[in-house]
């Protein structure tokens, strides 16, 4: 089966700074890969998502960076703003498996 | 166009009690997939179904836990004689199921507590 794992648990970071935050996971047949952002008493909302046959993709202030040879994954979060305070997931799913598996998350606080 | 939609959003059960919790799909959509999220943790797949199929149960528990997407109506996760140790939010997602591998698209929720 897919692990999925952050590197940190908590994350805060100054207004206007930009955010990184980094998953690992473990299947190399891992084809698809999608964060999350989890608000208190929410559900998940897309992000943005990238598939294995990129490296990188840019969206409105956020960039995810894609490292198959190490099986890396991160978020960046440019010019990170009060609103942008919630819990992060990664999500990686495999050919012919419809299913995500998702790691642990990220809560991200952002500081005035 | 409506969401992903769930309810209740909070339910409270007494240990022994059954739970139903309910979960529309978005429009066209036709593959549903059940997590539960613990406090504190990520989100846990349960099962996945498309309509009157189960496709992948793998994550749910043996016993006391059943799910059903009907030709007609809801996709239903039933708990029966629930614990303390089920008291989770159950999150229910949607996908179009046609494009393989993408985005599922998450409901708000259902909370259970179990007293």
Not at chain 1, 75 to 86: C, E, R, Y
Request: hydrophobic residues 35%.
């Amino acid at each position: 089966g897919e692990s999925v794992g952050l590197h940190l648990p908590t994350l805060s970071v100054q207004e206007g700074d930009n955010s990184i935050i980094n998953c690992a996971y473990s299947n190399s047949a891992s084809d698809y890969f999608i964060w999350y952002k989890q608000e208190s008493g929410k559900g998940p909302q897309f992000i943005i998502d990238i598939r294995s046959n990129m490296d990188k993709r840019q969206g409105q202030r956020v960039t995810v960076l894609l490292n198959k040879t190490v099986k890396h994954l991160s978020l960046q979060i440019a010019a990170t703003q009060p609103g942008d305070s919630a819990v992060y997931f990664c999500a990686v799913s495999s050919q012919g498996d419809y299913k995500l598996s998702f790691g642990a998350g990220t809560t991200v606080t952002v500081r005035a | 166009n409506a969401g992903v939609m769930q309810n209740p959003r909070h339910l409270v059960r007494r240990r022994g009690q059954e739970a139903r919790l309910r979960c529309s799909p978005m429009k066209g959509h036709s593959h549903v997939y059940w997590y539960r999220q613990l406090p504190e943790e990520g989100l846990k797949f349960m099962v996945y179904l498309q309509k009157e199929n189960i496709i992948d149960e793998s994550g749910m528990p043996k016993e006391r836990f059943s799910a059903e997407f009907p030709k007609e109506g809801p996709s239903i996760l039933r708990i029966q004689q629930v614990v303390r140790g089920d008291s989770a939010a159950y999150f229910c997602a949607s996908s179009p199921g046609d494009s393989g591998t993408g985005e599922l698209f998450f409901g708000e929720g259902s909370r259970l507590t179990v007293l």
